[in-house]
């Protein structure tokens, strides 16, 4: 997804176009992505302060439940993982709709890029798939079983031909990807970002606060637009988070 900032003279480009539920284990490894209930509670609590932990976990409870019946049953793995990839889209995932918050994700199923990329990252953490996700300039997309020969590229926002197997097809998208940061669109400023960078901690938090950021900033509110980009990179201290904050202060664009 992408989402642009509307300025004046250009436009700078941003991509970003019943049972209990367990919680991430605090002493993971610190450069693997953390994003658990813990998580995903957190960046809830930005977009809607009456949608709580208990409402959290009444909405998501009983498909955690149906997947963790449902893995029990399968002795492949990546059988498993693409039944869950469809059922999550089937179920929780309903329309694609720019500009989509979190907790319009989880109450209404609009989703966009990193909405839908916050849900999978939830349920692949609960049920303990390995997996990683990849930021570019321009996209955001998961690995199932990352470096390892049963290596999957999932499209968050594709429900029907998002979950990629052939090892040349995988290629051939992170190709792609990489190819497209060298991009530079109608009306849109350089800031010589080449982003591709396996997301950590908690910075999934920090490109949702990122993204919503944007949004306010496109509807003129400025005051919320820079509440939620000094949170974002509380979280997320990119470059790209970094500049977009100098802009909304009012200084030069920062291009380190």
Request: proline share 3%; with cysteine; charged share 20%.
């Amino acid at each position: 997804m992408l989402i642009a900032v509307r300025l004046r003279i250009f436009i700078i480009m941003f991509f970003l176009g019943g049972v209990a539920l367990a919680t991430t284990p605090k002493d993971v490894n610190p450069s693997q992505l953390h994003f658990g209930i813990d998580e995903f509670t957190q960046a809830l609590s930005y977009y809607s302060k009456d949608f709580t932990t208990p409402k959290t976990e009444e909405v998501l409870s009983k498909n955690l439940m149906h997947l963790q019946k449902r893995h029990l049953k399968y002795k492949n793995e990546s059988s498993f993982v693409e039944y869950a990839f469809y059922y999550i889209h089937n179920r929780l995932l309903k329309e694609y709709k720019e500009y989509a918050s979190l907790d319009q994700t989880l109450q209404k199923g609009t989703y966009d890029c990193v909405t839908a990329t916050a849900m999978y990252a939830l349920f692949f953490s609960e049920l303990e798939v390995p997996y990683s996700v990849v930021e570019t300039n321009y996209h955001l997309y998961i690995l199932a079983f990352p470096g390892t020969g049963n290596e999957v590229l999932i499209e968050t926002t594709d429900p029907l031909n998002g979950f990629i197997t052939k090892k040349e097809e995988v290629s051939a998208r992170k190709e792609l990807y990489v190819k497209g940061n060298g991009e530079l669109r109608a009306n849109q400023a350089d800031l010589k970002w080449n982003v591709e960078h396996n997301l950590k901690d908690s910075e999934l938090i920090g490109l949702l606060l990122f993204n919503q950021s944007v949004k306010h900033y496109n509807l003129g509110n400025k005051t919320k637009a820079l509440e939620l980009a000094n949170e974002a990179l509380t979280y997320y201290p990119s470059s790209r988070i970094r500049t977009y904050l100098q802009f909304l202060k009012g200084n030069s664009l920062a291009l380190r």
